[in-house]
T-cell receptor, first 113, second 119 residues
Framework: GENVEQHPSTLSVQEGDSAVIKCTYS??????FPWYKQELGKGPQLIID?????GEKKDQRIAVTLNKTAKHFSLHITETQPEDSAVYFC????????????FGAGTRLTVKP | NAGVMQNPRHLVRRRGQEARLRCSPM?????VYWYRQLPEEGLKFMVY????????ESGMPKERFSAEFPKEGPSILRIQQVVRGDSAAYFC?????????????????FGPGTRLTVL
């Protein structure tokens, strides 16, 4: 089955700096890669996703890149703000009826004002 | 459009009691997934259901755990004879269907979770 590894486990940046979180996956058939943000006491919230037919996707301060050959994908947050502080999870699946979606262990991002 | 709803948000049970967790998917979604999250860990898949069908329960312990998603009403995750190790946050997610098919799309939307504490 799919195995997703996520690094780093914790990340601390100064407000305004960029943050990068990286994930690798094992199943070459995976073609859907979402990122979730989880704030304390809440459920994971989808913030961006990418499918294997594109290499990069941007949404304001958030971008995700995908390298299918190397089987890794990354989340980039620019101009970080204190409200970006949360735990971020990557995931990978083959898509549709994706009971095979597997999550990384999470990255705790702290943005210092 | 209301999001995925779960209740209760917090549940306290003594060892040996039963826990019932409920999940109402987003309107129009008929695919439901249950995950368990231990403190400081990621989400672990438990079970995938469509209306009246369990599609994949490979992540759910064989004993004491069961799930259902009836034709009417919410999906239920049931844990019998709870033990301290069952203490965790349990999240439900739902997916919409691809138009004209019975296949779910790839995107999952999560509820706020139920935090189960076993004393």
């Amino acid at each position: 089955g799919e195995n997703v590894e996520q690094h780093p486990s914790t990340l601390s940046v100064q407000e305004g700096d960029s943050a990068v979180i990286k994930c690798t996956y094992s199943d070459s058939a995976s073609n859907y890669f979402p990122w979730y943000k989880q704030e304390l006491g809440k459920g994971p919230q989808l913030i961006i996703d990418i499918r294997s037919n594109v290499g990069e996707k941007k949404d304001q301060r958030i971008a995700v890149t995908l390298n299918k050959t190397a089987k890794h994908f990354s989340l980039h947050i620019t101009e970080t703000q204190p409200e970006d502080s949360a735990v971020y999870f990557c995931a990978a699946s083959r898509g549709r009826n994706n009971n095979d979606m597997r999550f990384g262990a999470g990255t705790r991002l702290t943005v210092k004002p | 459009n209301a999001g995925v709803m779960q209740n209760p948000r917090h549940l306290v049970r003594r060892r040996g009691q039963e826990a019932r967790l409920r999940c109402s998917p987003m309107k129009g979604h008929s695919h439901v997934y249950w995950y368990r999250q231990l403190p400081e860990e990621g989400l672990k898949f438990m079970v995938y259901l469509q209306k009246e069908n369990i599609i994949d329960e490979s992540g759910m312990p064989k004993e004491r755990f069961s799930a259902e998603f009836p034709k009417e009403g919410p999906s239920i995750l049931r844990i019998q004879q709870v033990v301290r190790g069952d203490s965790a946050a349990y999240f439900c997610a739902s997916s919409p269907i691809l138009a004209g098919t019975s296949t779910s799309t790839d995107t999952q939307y999560f509820g706020p979770g139920t935090r189960l504490t076993v004393l």
